[in-house]
């Protein structure tokens, strides 16, 4: 499994030239890595990639991490076969997280296939036409019942998601993400888990959820942000610098 060794090297190259190309991470996702947040609002700074740019600045002061936001609302793995080679590939990236499955998880067991083999496809491409390093992130959760923080303008989406969440969709398609990162030896980032902690402390995640839905708050960015570091760093030698 990866230990994201190649990643600390690049921004460590740059550290010590100037004159080297950037590290260079690409973020494919779908409204959650775009930066939305309640209804008619995106972060383009407080969303988890950008938060984790300013972190690795500070390990590394004088190195560059150019982050490319190829989140898209709405998105699916399936359907973001199309945007590959153009939001992805066409940067010869240092690091790609993935991080799909809200959406996704609407088409029940009958999508599951497409989902995971999306992935699959999607990492094969990422290996086989760059030295990018991978890590999977599982998605966050979303709504399970009505809350005050659903906008009127998404009321008719309630039921919709209520059976989602009673159908167990999105929590079967996380242990079959789970089961393919095992398989292929990928990197995965479990977001879910996180969720899954939160809930047994006590905490009502529906208050995590800045649109009431599936929209994880700025806080919770941040802790993603603060997760991702501890797995791309993890044990990563102290960086020294010129």
Not at 79 to 94: A, F
Not at 138 to 157: L, Q, S, Y
Request: hydrophobic share 40%; net charge negative; proline share 4%.
């Amino acid at each position: 499994m990866d230990d994201f060794t190649r990643l600390q090297a690049r921004l460590q190259e740059k550290a010590t030239n100037p004159a080297a190309r950037p590290a260079i991470y690409v973020a494919i996702g779908d409204s959650v890595t775009q930066g939305c947040m309640e209804e008619g609002v995106v972060e383009h700074e407080r969303v988890y990639h950008q938060l984790l740019r300013k972190r690795v600045a500070k390990r590394y002061p004088i190195s560059i991490l150019n982050v490319i936001n190829s989140g898209v609302s709405g998105d699916t793995a399936h359907r973001s076969r199309e945007r590959w080679q153009h939001d992805v590939l066409v940067y010869k990236p240092d690091l790609v997280t993935i991080c799909f499955g809200l959406n996704d998880a609407h088409a029940g067991d009958a999508g599951l296939d497409n989902y995971i083999g999306a992935i699959r496809d999607l990492i094969r491409q990422v290996k086989e036409q760059t030295e990018a390093e991978v890590l999977l992130f599982t998605p966050p959760m979303m709504m399970k019942h009505d809350n005050p923080r659903i906008a009127d303008v998404h009321r008719h989406h309630v039921a919709n998601f209520t059976r989602v969440y009673e159908n167990g969709n999105l929590y079967r398609y996380v242990q079959a993400l789970r089961a393919m990162a095992q398989e292929e030896d990928v990197a995965l980032l479990d977001i879910y888990a996180i969720w899954e902690e939160m809930e047994k402390q006590g905490l009502d995640i529906h208050e995590k959820l800045s649109n009431g839905i599936n929209h994880p708050d700025g806080d919770f960015h941040e802790r993603m942000a603060e997760a991702l570091e501890q797995r791309l760093f993890a044990d990563a030698p102290v960086p020294a610098q010129s």
